[in-house]
């Protein structure tokens, strides 16, 4: 069984010179880029912190994910992680137990799992905490409204 990289290796970014590397070896092969050229240089766009770069990581897994079945099952992992760390945990949720489905003991997938099930609860429960404040502020400021209408 191939061994994926622990989630927390994805937020330690590559150094500027690294991707630079991935890059130019990308770009070099232009439109007749290999599939481990592609996914290395998605791979190390992934791990970065800018946004757009883990944007463009996810597109390029997407890209081979949909092109090359047999990397379908290595694109899984990365594609979770990537929407992990952009925010979209449904979709990492969608990918992460699609993998685990077919390997059910991968350590990597299930530790990913747990930390999407945190940031999911996390925000569910930010959710629930703002609309309880936004809910509290409208009946605070209907009563003001309220009582100075019975006044006049």
């Known amino acids: 069984?191939?061994?994926?990289?622990?989630?927390?290796?994805?937020?330690?970014?590559?150094?500027?010179?690294?991707?630079?590397?991935?890059?130019?070896?990308?770009?070099?092969e232009g439109e007749y880029v290999g599939v481990q050229t592609k996914f290395n240089f998605a791979w190390g766009l992934i791990k970065s912190n800018t946004r757009q770069d883990q944007q463009e990581g996810v597109r390029l897994l997407s890209d081979i994910y949909r092109s090359s079945p047999e990397r379908r099952r290595e694109c899984l992992y990365y594609l979770a992680l990537g929407n992990y760390k952009l925010g979209n945990y449904g979709e990492a949720r969608r990918f992460n137990d699609k993998l685990l489905d077919h390997e059910p003991t991968n350590m990597?997938?299930?530790?990913?799992?747990?930390?999407?099930?945190?940031?999911?609860?996390?925000?569910?429960?930010?959710?629930?905490?703002?609309?309880?404040?936004?809910?509290?502020?409208a009946g605070v400021v209907g009563g003001m409204l309220f009582r100075g209408a019975k006044r006049r």
């Open 108 to 137: 990597q997938a299930g530790s990913l799992r747990g930390l999407i099930d945190d940031k999911v609860q996390k925000e569910g429960l930010m959710g629930v905490a703002i609309l309880s404040g936004v809910a509290i502020a």
């Open 1 to 28: 069984m191939l061994r994926f990289p622990d989630a927390a290796d994805a937020e330690s970014p590559l150094k500027p010179e690294e991707l630079q590397v991935l890059r130019a070896q990308y770009e070099k």
